[in-house]
């Protein structure tokens, strides 16, 4: 199982899943504020759409790096 989490701060993602008992829905974008490595998963402070801030935990959590872009951001 990869376990290695190789965001940085800034980066922007999307929630693919997460593990918790008040999730924020999958789909949510999000920016890393910043990464806190453990010795077999990843803490990921994040600031989500919608003005909540809640921690990955990763693994179990997962998301996807998107393009920053604003072209690739509004759909066109």
Known sequence: ???KCDFKAG???RLLSMDD???IPAG???TVVAVYPQS???QVD???EGD???MLSIPPDQV????ASPQNQSGE
């Open 21 to 23: 008992p008040d999730p």
């Open 52 to 54: 909540r801030s809640l």
């Open 1 to 3: 199982m990869k376990t």
């Open 40 to 42: 077999d998963w990843t």
């Open 11 to 13: 980066d922007r993602i």
């Open 28 to 30: 949510t974008i999000g």
């Open 46 to 48: 994040v600031n989500w």
């Open 64 to 67: 996807q790096r998107i393009d």
